[in-house]
């Protein structure tokens, strides 16, 4: 099926070989990297010869890795934020603990068009910055986050309209109750939230991700700190119970956005990029690209979360202790791909610097080094899930059913890890190349066409339970990866002979 999927007359190893292969064919890397290396090619049916030297290939990863790693750690640190949330919250009792649940979940959906927001403003600058079109770079800036102020002000307002309606979600009418207080605190958070990650996207566009990294860091320990006094009355702060959890997180939030400002504003690392003058109408022409980029971008987020949400329910028919092995599974496979998510950011913004440069050479030396990387990566993590899984599970829970069916699932998990960082780092590299609108038909036919379905057919008339929907959700990753990548493949060779004309049209 691969070989039937030509552009033009070349098929897919032609393909690859023009984007990755000198002509005439490089010699083989030498040694363990090498096979490392060729064993990942070949497993997507792709030719074995590199045109880039091992050398190079270092190279450009070493940078790739030194922009990731900060990013990573800043979206673990986000997660650590939820845990010790969660913990924190727990104490207060299971109805408590049930509405931050519910409100995190409300919270979460009304945030994803923000994420495709902040993730289009990387984009755009990312280029210019690549470019060294820093006026340019400043005012694709100084757009995105003057809208993104107004995004979390509209995403805001929307959560708290969703107020009155919350007793129609079918909650229980104690948790229902619970949620109100909670949620206004929640809600206003977006409207520093918003803005903040816009800030930390340009920051990262421009090569300096630590310092941000380090402000959101310390958001997380003032959020502890802000939990212990206002939730439990310490620190000479009134006892808010819930309200206190949701009040600290507006506080910490709005801090940090004001450190980010100030950071903006002093720092003469990022004066190239500030804008000579903010109060300026916004640039109508740049929010509608922006805007054409962000809108496919949430979408591929809300159709790959609403298809483990959708498992989820499915799951939910077989008995509690699927759902609690399912839970304890998506928490692991949740925080083993924030590795290649801050990798494929990292790849966004590397390979939209290449191409403001005109520089496809240095593209397709990143992204070799980035899918060696995924693949070592990803496969220390399918190791870790198959060797250890059942200790894995023993840590979440002593029932000896959920500990052997989370074992088992684990196994499923295993065989995507691989194809889940080649989805997501294909994802990255074509949000570079502003193909956003094919990944989402991609992603859609993928998961809501065959990856539910199949799991659906497996866990149900065939009798796998709960690991036939994570089979059929493997399924829809795999293909996610080989189409994406496939996708990749064309974009790149595009690309590479849009610049190889370019100096011919200059004459």
């Known amino acids: 099926m691969l070989a039937s999927i030509r552009p033009g007359a070349g098929s897919l190893s032609i393909l690859y070989t023009k984007i990755f292969i000198s002509p005439g064919g490089a010699t083989p890397f030498a040694g363990i990297s090498d096979c490392t290396l060729q064993a990942h090619l070949a497993l997507f049916g792709y030719p074995i010869h590199l045109r880039s030297p091992m050398r190079a290939l270092l190279k450009e990863n070493k940078k790739t890795l030194a922009l990731a790693f900060p990013i990573i750690a800043g979206q673990l640190s986000q997660m650590l934020m939820g845990l010790v949330d ?4 727990g104490r207060l009792g299971t109805v408590e603990l049930a509405a931050a649940a519910f409100v995190n979940v409300l919270f979460f959906l009304a945030f994803v068009p923000a994420i495709g927001w902040f993730a289009a403003v990387s984009v755009q600058v990312s280029h210019a910055y690549g470019a060294n079109r820093q006026a340019e770079s400043a005012e694709s800036f100084r757009n995105g986050l003057l809208a993104s102020v107004l995004i979390g002000l509209v995403l805001s307002c929307l959560l708290l309209a969703a107020i009155p309606l919350l007793g129609l979600l079918r909650q229980p009418p104690e948790v229902v109750a619970m949620t109100p207080p909670y949620l206004l605190w929640i809600a206003l958070s977006l409207i520093p939230i918003v803005p903040a990650m816009t800030i930390k996207s340009f920051a990262e566009s ?51 956005l ?13 004066s190239p990029g500030r804008p000579q003058r903010w109060l300026k109408r916004l640039d109508r022409g740049e ?8 809108v496919p971008i949430a979408g591929q987020l809300l159709m790959e979360i609403g298809a483990f949400t959708v498992a989820a329910l499915l799951i ?25 998510l801050g990798l494929s950011m990292a790849v966004t913004i590397r390979v939209g610097h290449s191409l403001g440069r005109g520089d496809a050479h240095q593209c397709r030396d990143l992204l070799a080094g980035a899918h060696l ?4 990566m990803m496969g220390s993590c399918a190791l870790a899930y198959i060797l250890a899984g059942d200790r894995i599970a023993a840590a979440f829970s002593a029932d000896p059913e959920v500990i052997a ?22 994802m990255g590299a074509l949000r570079a190349l502003k193909d956003v609108n094919v990944p989402t038909v991609i992603i859609f036919a993928c998961f809501w066409m065959v990856g539910i379905p199949l799991g659906a057919l497996l866990g149900f008339p065939y009798d796998f339970g709960a690991q036939g929907l994570w089979m059929g959700l493997a399924s829809g990753l795999v293909l996610a990866a080989l189409t994406l990548s496939i996708r990749l493949v064309i974009k790149m060779s595009a690309q590479a002979k849009e610049n190889s004309q370019k100096p011919s049209s200059n004459h």
């Open 373 to 376: 990387t995924t693949l070592l």
């Open 405 to 426: 069916l989370t074992s088992a699932i684990f196994i499923v998990v295993a065989f995507f890890q691989i194809f889940d960082g080649i989805q997501i780092i294909s």
């Open 287 to 294: 929010c509608l690209e922006t805007t054409r980029m962000a």
């Open 258 to 270: 004001a450190a980010l400002l100030l950071y903006l504003n002093r720092s003469k690392a990022m």
């Open 316 to 340: 939910g028919q077989f008995g509690p202790v699927a759902l609690a092995s399912h839970q304890i599974v998506l928490s692991c496979a949740s925080f083993t791909f924030m590795l290649p």
């Open 86 to 89: 969660t913990l924190m919250i």
């Open 206 to 256: 421009r090569n300096h991700p630590w310092a941000v990294f380090w402000i959101l860091l310390s958001s997380v320990a003032l959020n502890v700190i802000l939990n212990y006094a206002l939730i439990f009355g310490n620190l000479g702060a009134p006892a808010l119970g819930l309200v206190g959890a949701g009040l600290a997180t507006f506080i910490a939030r709005a801090l940090s």
